[in-house]
């Protein structure tokens, strides 16, 4: 269900002529895997963003003092779920254009060109996760729990104050839980979200439907997506022994490597070599604070031939060893 397009029937047509130029220029130049990132580039306020989480939560009348405010495209690395109890303003997906107003919820995944208006802000909450977060301490088969999450583009919905409200109790635990100093902080934070997804699913995502399934290329990025997922989660489980390959990926829908390489750099800005390493690393991450399987076993698991050759990766790309990420994650 759309939102209030009609409202701005005659400005959409301009609007997103302007963001496809905006999506040319911005190409690889803004592109934030942290919100902290995004808001020091966006010159933003960072005081409640907390640096060492990759989880954050906060009302956005706090980051934007003056209004109207209008972002530059952007792609980002993480989850946003933003809740609008009460604002005004609109967001673009992809050349697609909604209007946010009280009582809206509508979330956005990795991969996207976006931007967001906002021309009133009262309350006005958002949270950003990443993957790895998701996995760790939400739930170790997110996207088989909640497959809306892997959709392209899912329209926002408008709640009646009563189911709104349902929310809004859930996001004030997560962030009373965000401000504290519990050592199980992340643990309490991820059994709050799985609820508040619980509840998303509940309402109006059990059989979502993109607002792109007709269209072919993105079509084939969400199927990569849950190729890709699944293959990772039978790895993580010993069901298969190898990794797949870019060609892999494309004959499991009958398509030239080139094509599919080129549709999802475009449609992602990351590269099918880039995916495949950010699956990776979260699932050894997850595999690493969860499990007690030895270092020497994740490695297999996860098709490389040495445990010294996934030690080298994995420090590669989190600046330590598998060893001491276990051991600053599992401390508490």
Do not use: C
């Not at 495209?73 to 933003?82: A, D, M």
């Not at 088969?141 to 109790?169: C, K, N």
């Amino acid at each position: 269900m759309a939102l209030g397009n009609s409202l701005y029937a005659g400005t959409v047509i301009v609007k997103q002529t302007f963001f496809t130029l905006e999506m040319k220029e911005v190409e690889q130049k803004l592109i934030y895997n942290t919100l902290r990132e995004q808001y020091i580039s966006l010159d933003l306020p960072t005081d409640s963003i907390d640096a060492q989480s990759e989880f954050t939560i906060h009302n956005l009348k706090d980051i934007h003092n003056q209004l109207p405010y209008r972002s530059p495209v952007y792609r980002t690395n993480f989850f946003s779920f933003v809740f609008v109890k009460e604002g005004a303003g609109q967001y673009t997906t992809d050349e697609q254009v909604f209007v946010t107003v009280p009582g809206t919820i509508y979330f956005t995944n990795p991969g996207h060109f976006k931007s967001f208006e906002w021309r009133m802000l009262e309350e006005v909450y958002l949270i950003t996760l990443s993957e790895a977060f998701l996995k760790e301490n939400v739930h170790a088969d997110i996207f088989e729990e909640f497959p809306f999450l892997l959709a392209e583009t899912v329209s926002p919905r408008v709640l009646p104050p009563d189911q709104f409200a349902e929310f809004e109790t859930l996001y004030q635990l997560i962030l009373k839980e965000y401000t504290g100093n519990s050592s199980y902080k992340n643990k309490m934070i991820g059994n709050l979200f799985v609820v508040l997804l619980l509840k998303i699913k509940d309402y109006f995502w059990n059989d979502y439907n993109p607002i792109y399934e007709g269209n072919r290329s993105s079509y084939i990025v969400k199927t990569f997506k849950q190729t890709l997922e699944k293959h990772f989660r039978d790895l993580s489980k010993g069901l298969v022994d190898k990794p797949l390959r870019v060609q892999d990926y494309a004959d499991a829908q009958n398509l030239h490597p080139n094509y599919l390489s080129n549709v999802i750099k475009t449609k992602t800005g990351k590269s099918i070599s880039t995916w495949i390493t950010e699956k990776t690393i979260t699932e050894a991450k997850s595999l690493l604070q969860n499990s007690s399987v030895s270092v020497k076993e994740i490695a297999f698991l996860l098709g490389f031939s040495e445990s010294t050759h996934f030690s080298n990766y994995f420090k590669k790309y989190t600046q330590l060893s598998p060893v001491a990420y276990r051991k600053q994650h599992t401390s508490t």
